[in-house]
């Protein structure tokens, strides 16, 4: 697990340092088309403040999910700020998520956040 943080726009600021980290996870919420939804699925990378996780869903900025971790039934609330557009060759989209409220979710100790950049 190293630590990630390449973005196309490097002057984008970060709240705090990202770790890629690859965790089974299940989310549920509502998408889109209004439709409730539930899927199996995986993060790409974590934050002490969310994570971007991969889901086949179109999903509306500001909608809240539901994310359970598999490997031991931790659940918490997130909001969704982020979502790339449909990768058709993997039928899934990057979606950046947010704590809807403060969390220790992860069950991680995040870097020192000193003058962060993208």
């Known amino acids: 697990m190293g ?9 984008v600021r970060r709240r705090s340092s990202r770790l890629e980290m690859r965790l089974k996870v299940r989310v549920s919420g509502v ?16 934050s002490k403040y969310g994570a971007k996780i991969y889901t086949q869903h179109a999903l509306k900025t500001g909608a809240i999910l539901s994310l359970e971790r598999l490997d031991g039934g931790r659940l918490s609330k997130f909001k969704v700020v982020y979502q790339s557009p449909s ?7 990057e ?4 704590f809807v409220g403060a969390d220790s979710f992860w069950g991680l100790q995040f870097p020192p956040e000193k003058g962060l950049r993208g």
Do not use: K
Not at 95 to 98: D, L, N, R, V
């Open 31 to 46: 998408n889109a088309d209004s439709q409730e939804f539930e899927e199996r699925t995986e993060t790409i990378e974590v």
């Open 95 to 98: 979606t950046g998520i947010e």
């Open 87 to 93: 990768d058709d060759a993997v039928g899934r989209r």
């Open 3 to 11: 630590l990630s943080g390449s973005t196309p726009d490097s002057t």
